[in-house]
């Protein structure tokens, strides 16, 4: 089993910044992809954020204030959030992409969340 827990969520001021961070525990033998995601009340979940083997990705809205990172060590993934706007007001969500299992099962495992708030 493979749980996936965020931290880091808040309350800030527009301008200002959060890091959020995202840590994998269990069992899994790799994790191909780390990924934030966030969502408002009556929408899907958005991409932030991702960060495979081979790329990095960033949602045209967070490019340039956002940067996501991973340390393979630590099976934890962080996004740095500056210049914070009220837009970003969301629960952000992390997904990680993992080798599982005895025969080596590709999980998406989705953490439970957590909020952060940008108002003055």
């Known amino acids: 089993q493979v749980q996936v827990v965020e931290s880091g969520g808040g309350w800030v001021q527009p301008g200002g910044s959060l890091r959020l961070s995202c840590a994998a525990s269990?069992?899994?033998?790799?994790?191909?992809?780390m990924a934030w995601y966030r969502q408002n009340p009556g929408r899907q979940h958005d991409l932030v954020a991702s960060t495979g083997e081979t790329a990095t990705l960033y949602a045209d809205s967070v490019k340039g204030r956002f940067t996501i990172s991973r340390d393979d060590a630590k099976s934890t993934a962080y996004l740095q959030m500056n210049n914070l706007k009220p837009e970003d007001t969301a629960v952000y969500y992390c997904?990680?992409?993992?080798?599982?299992?005895?025969?080596?099962?590709?999980?998406?495992?989705w953490g439970q969340g957590t909020l952060v708030t940008v108002s003055s």
């Open positions: 997904k990680m992409s993992v080798r599982a299992g005895e025969f080596g099962e590709f999980l998406e495992v």
């Open positions: 269990g069992s899994f033998s790799h994790i191909y992809g």
